[in-house]
């Protein structure tokens, strides 16, 4: 008898299946059954419904990201900025995931915006980690927060550049990124992404 671990997966497999040959659209307790080989209500002994369903798949993508910020963590341990680092390459790498996956998650928590809320758990999360290991937090936020809006615009189709300029992109982040920072000095205007310097002009005092 196959164990519930492994048909709940074969399960997700088929709704990535459907997703990505179908559309998103296409991703529907029926489709999933007859994709997976099995009944309605095995879809159902695993997943309640759809927003069921959708939450697991979302739950997968979140531990395959999960996974590969761990294993680029570890490769990057030792340098300046790991965790930032491994962020942005797991972003990278995950465009290549199948756009009409991640799209049957995005519509289904457009309609139901309390399924992203482990995606939003897990945003938080890094945002905690950047904030503890990175010497000016808001510029390492700034600095993930175009990764992300890098791969959502390859997951919504609507990137106005072709892949090779998003690898030429990404490969720019993950430059600043691996440079060292130093905490932000709030009144000091940097001319560039260096750090701090004490030689650095003084903003203008507003008591002058």
């Keep these: 008898m196959q164990q519930s671990g492994t048909a709940r997966d ?11 040959r179908d559309g998103a659209g ?7 059954a007859r ?6 209500g095995g879809v159902l002994y695993h997943f309640p419904g759809k927003d069921a369903l ?19 963590r570890v490769e990057y341990a030792g340098g300046p900025n790991p965790s930032l680092r491994a962020m942005i390459a797991a972003c990278g790498a995950m465009c290549d995931i199948e756009r009409p996956v991640a799209m049957a998650i995005l519509a289904a928590g457009a309609q139901n915006p309390d399924l992203l809320a482990p995606l939003r758990a897990s945003i938080g999360a890094h945002l905690e980690q950047l ?25 919504l189709g609507i990137a106005p550049y072709d892949a090779d300029r998003r690898e030429r992109l990404f ?17 000091k205007a940097l001319a560039t992404d260096a750090p ?9 005092d507003d008591n002058d």
């Design 10 to 20: 074969g399960i997700l497999d088929a709704a990535q299946r459907v997703a990505a």
């Design 131 to 155: 904030a503890a290991e990175c010497g000016d937090p808001e510029r390492a936020f700034l600095l993930c927060a175009a990764a992300d809006g890098m791969m959502l615009h390859h997951i």
């Design 26 to 32: 296409h991703v529907t307790l029926d489709a999933v």
């Design 171 to 187: 490969a720019r982040l993950a430059a600043m990124a691996e440079a060292p920072d130093a905490p932000f000095r709030p009144g």
């Design 54 to 72: 959708i939450a697991g798949m979302l739950e997968r993508l979140i531990a395959e990201f999960e996974a590969a910020i761990a294993r680029l």
């Design 35 to 40: 994709e997976a080989g099995v009944s309605k």
């Design 196 to 204: 701090y310097h004490a030689s650095a002009q003084e903003a203008p």
